[in-house]
């Protein structure tokens, strides 16, 4: 499917950002890449393929996001801190620059997804702005900042680390209720390389269940790996539900 290529100067990050757009109308699906990835990989590993039916008719519109983890998440030799800042910048990035850019109107909320680390990415954003997205598809991810700072905390990683932050979150904070208004799908498979994907959805399944937030925790079988042709299904099974929920279908 052909996209559109787009490329802004981000404030945040002091430097011109890239991402791809793929239809014009219906509601917006913000994309993040896995570990180290770019904004084209999804359409590179076929994902945009398995939406195409949805973009076509007009009922979604994609945008891919470009990552930094090589500056963040993966890139352990340097200082921690100035690690997260950097994680802190591109989330800014995301969520007051390219987000304004792409929607269509002042009121719109998002669809968020990503497979491996752009799940981990999903689910943070996703809990940390509910007010901006209204559904999270998160495949295979990881759920708390220890996998990328496993010898170093501050209040930036726990900002960062939902697993940690919503077992904290005051059952007052606004985000509570929010939260149970929202669709929530975590998949996991439970076949080759999911084993710490698992124990992590596990985790966070026990938190969200402890704080009485409603989610789809979906635990494939032991054949399904942490692998593109297993998101290449799973991720239009959940889109499916996702719009058929939003719309009233079901």
């Given at each position: 499917m052909e996209g559109q290529y787009n490329k802004h100067f981000s404030n945040h990050l002091q430097r011109e950002m890239e991402y791809k757009t793929y239809g014009k109308k219906g509601r917006p699906v913000l994309i993040f890449p896995s570990q180290d990835g770019r904004f084209f990989d999804f359409e590179n590993f076929g994902m945009i393929d398995v939406l195409a039916p949805w973009i076509e008719k007009g009922e979604i519109r994609a945008i891919c996001v470009d990552g930094i983890d090589g500056e963040t998440w993966s890139n352990r030799s340097a200082d921690n801190r100035w690690r997260i800042e950097q994680h802190e910048r591109w989330y800014h990035y995301v969520t007051?620059?390219?987000?304004?850019?792409?929607?269509?109107?002042?009121?719109?909320?998002?669809i968020v997804t990503g497979c491996s680390m752009g799940a981990f990415h999903a689910g943070n954003f996703f809990f940390r702005r509910p007010d901006i997205f209204d559904s999270v598809i998160a495949l295979s991810g990881l759920y708390t900042a220890g996998y990328g700072f496993p010898m170093y905390s501050d209040e930036l990683t726990f900002m960062n680390s939902p697993i940690d932050f919503l077992r904290e979150m005051p059952a007052d904070h606004p985000w509570m209720d929010l939260y149970k208004k929202r669709n929530i799908y975590i998949?996991?498979?439970?076949?080759?390389?999911?084993?710490?994907?698992?124990e992590s959805t596990r985790a966070l399944d026990t938190v969200l269940c402890q704080r009485g937030i409603p989610a789809n925790m979906d635990y494939w079988g032991f054949d399904v790996d942490h692998d593109w042709c297993w998101w290449r299904v799973q991720l239009p099974y959940f889109m499916e539900k996702v719009l058929a929920k939003k719309y009233g279908l079901a």
């Open positions: 007051e620059e390219l987000i304004p850019e792409v929607r269509k109107r002042k009121t719109e909320t998002f998949c996991v498979g439970q076949g080759k390389w999911e084993d710490e994907l698992l």
